[in-house]
């Protein structure tokens, strides 16, 4: 037993304390270095009509570190970086999100193509076994939460690439309370660059 002033450890409780930040290193060593960067938005689809102030605009920065990992284990913080000038729309600081292995993403799949102020669909999610009743699956790697925007929920999907500038990351949003065949929320893609 280790006595700490007039603290007594025993040997099991001295175990946990050392071997959470053991955990949290393996973990962390799970996730490739590339998903924990700083990004800023590059371009933002919003379906026009749609109230812009409840959405992310260009320059927003944001960051997901290795030190915001949650209590549980698995869960990583979603970081919005404000500003003087500008913020983030409330429910993305609460936005917890957790890796999914799969394949590098190494170029931007056509489907990813953001054109601001023009809706977008995404045959190539659909195609690929994703489904809102269950668990969102990709192929690709990537950062997957749940969260609220404007009271509603949605599906946060973030595809990092390992690449420097533009669309080295792409947030799809998509509705949660829709059943049936996918369809991307009027949020559509955010595309982010290293900042």
């Not at 379906?47 to 812009?52: C, V, Y």
């Not at 192929?139 to 669309?167: C, K, M, Q, T």
């Amino acid at each position: 037993m280790l006595r700490i002033g007039k603290l007594s450890l025993s040997a099991p409780v001295l175990f946990l304390i050392i071997a959470a930040p053991l955990a949290v290193q393996a973990q962390t060593a799970a996730i490739p270095a590339y998903f924990f960067k700083q990004w800023s938005v590059q371009s933002n689809c919003i379906e026009q009509g749609f109230n812009p102030a409840e959405q992310t605009r260009v320059g927003l920065k944001f960051a997901i570190s290795p030190d915001s990992l949650a209590t549980d284990g698995v869960s990583y913080k979603f970081q919005p970086i404000n500003s003087a000038a500008q913020g983030w729309p409330a429910g993305w600081s609460q936005l917890t999100l957790e890796y999914r292995p799969g394949t590098q993403m190494t170029v931007i799949p056509a489907d990813f193509a953001c054109v601001p102020g023009e809706p977008s669909s995404s045959a190539l999610l659909a195609m690929s076994h994703f489904t809102q009743s269950a668990e969102p699956y990709y192929e690709y790697e990537h950062w997957y939460g749940e969260g609220a925007l404007h009271g509603e929920p949605h599906h946060f999907l973030i595809f990092p690439r390992n690449v420097s500038g533009n669309d080295s990351a792409i947030i799809i949003i998509l509705d949660a309370g829709t059943s049936g065949t996918v369809q991307l929320d009027q949020d559509g893609s955010i595309h982010s660059g290293d900042h």
